[in-house]
């Protein structure tokens, strides 16, 4: 009865935050939820045995690849949901179970995809034990809210002792901190994590690059893990793709990336390297449940991007494209690919808000110096714009002149500078932050997400 009366409450208020335009109840009903009932996720997952549990984890690339999933498994005629505004905290999976449940607690859909918060997924993992767990990578990203990187995976790696062998894992093969999650070679120095790796031998799965032509000259400024997560020793790389992600293996203990079991597919899309790899899960994934070819490759050419990830709008005759770029990974990955894609005009906006985290000192490990000469406008804007401003003064030469290099900290008003400066040829590229991004959008579409 106490669920009944929670899920009748929680769509009851969602319908009305829609009508009244306050936003999409994509939150605050599971927390509301949650409030009612702390085992609200555990009671509608055990209630609906039937449905298959897809959870996606790590710091870049969680909706983009959910989204990729939904695309190829609602291709194939199975009726799908997830966590769509990326609300990826366990309020967020509690009002997705909420919305998507009749009010007995029924859910007629066939799989479940649920991103998660690289903070919230041990928790998660206590509520639900999932049919596929895929780790896409781990990124220095709000170093206030999560620590730094080693301490993430220690705690991905506590939690995975309690999943069932029921769940197949799906890892990104070129992070060291990922793949080391399923490994059975080297010796691993930690009992724990050898059992797992051999309890999951036969259910464990790699994706990865292996492509000279997208091989980086060298190393980042934000290259995170390039330590062995076995001995400690220093790593060594036949070929870096960006950040730490590549061919690595350690020389001491003879831990090494593992044999890919996908490396490359005939269509990507999406732009960027970064992309590559959330394509490649994503077709992974499928194929394991053994869709046919023709329809993921059916489904990736019509797929559309998620809200702020490469998504295009059509602003006063003008393209905009916004690339969210929330931490040092991904701005330099969004800075090569627009490069790649010879943009002109750019708007960065920096906030340092709690979705985007308050310590905005990580814009210093940003590449800049590598891209910004080749663009015509900058336009700063955000919580942070002098910040930004500052950073790219010091790029260790004249940036640009000061009239191509334009700090506007209104929003709405730089966006409509940003689009008077750019011709109805050209794209006006927005590379902002999360909360910046929601901020965006908003300006531009007239509503709100969360």
């Not at 509690?94 to 066939?110: G, K, R």
């Not at 002792?161 to 010796?187: H, V």
């Amino acid at each position: 009865m106490g669920n009944i009366f929670i899920i009748y409450l929680g769509k009851l208020l969602v319908y009305s935050s829609r009508l009244l335009n306050l936003g999409q109840g994509s939150t605050w009903p599971g927390h509301l939820a949650l409030n009612l009932n702390k085992n609200f996720i555990k009671d509608i997952v055990n209630q609906n045995p039937n449905l298959k549990i897809i959870l996606i984890a790590g710091t870049n690339g969680k909706t983009t690849t959910g989204k990729l999933i939904q695309t190829i498994l609602e291709k194939n005629g199975e009726k799908v949901f997830q966590n769509e505004a990326g609300a990826n905290l366990t309020n967020g999976i509690a009002s997705s179970l909420l919305l998507h449940s009749n009010i007995l607690s029924t859910i007629h859909y066939n799989y479940a995809i649920f991103e998660v918060d690289e903070a919230t997924l041990p928790l998660v993992l206590n509520e639900i034990s999932p049919d596929y767990l895929i780790l896409l990578n781990l990124f220095r990203d709000q170093l206030d809210r999560y620590g730094e990187v080693n301490m993430v995976a220690e705690k991905w790696r506590r939690s995975l002792e309690k999943l069932t062998k029921k769940t197949r894992l799906i890892l990104n093969a070129d992070d060291p901190q990922i793949a080391f999650l399923g490994l059975s070679q080297g010796g691993a120095s930690i009992p724990p994590l050898r059992w797992i790796a051999k309890r999951w031998k036969d259910n464990t799965f790699f994706f990865g690059l292996d492509n000279k032509k997208l091989i980086t000259s060298s190393s980042q400024h934000a290259s995170d893990s390039t330590y062995c997560p076995n001995c400690s020793s220093k790593l060594h790389y036949d070929s870096i793709y960006f950040s730490h992600l590549g061919d690595w293996k350690c020389n001491n203990c003879g831990l090494k990336r593992p044999k890919l079991d996908i490396s490359e597919y005939s269509y990507y899309p999406l732009s960027g390297i970064y992309n590559r790899y959330n394509t490649l899960a994503a077709v992974l994934l499928a194929k394991r449940l053994g869709i046919q070819q023709k329809r993921i490759n059916s489904a990736l050419h019509e797929f559309k991007p998620a809200f702020g990830r490469q998504e295009i709008l059509r602003v006063k005759n003008k393209n905009i494209q916004i690339f969210l770029s929330k931490n040092p990974t991904s701005f330099n990955e969004s800075l090569r690919t627009i490069s790649d894609l010879k943009a002109q005009n750019l708007l960065f906006v920096l906030n340092d808000r709690i979705p985007d985290g308050t310590d905005t000192s990580w814009i210093w490990d940003v590449d800049f110096e590598d891209f910004v000469y080749q663009f015509k406008y900058i336009i700063i804007s955000g919580d942070r714009a002098l910040d930004l401003g500052l950073r790219l003064k010091y790029c260790g030469k004249p940036i640009i002149h000061d009239s191509q290099l334009i700090i506007q900290e209104d929003l709405k008003n730089s966006i409509l500078f940003g689009l008077n400066k750019t011709l109805k040829s050209e794209t006006l590229y927005i590379l902002p932050t999360y909360s910046a991004m929601l901020e965006v959008r908003k300006i531009l579409t007239g509503k709100k997400i969360l």
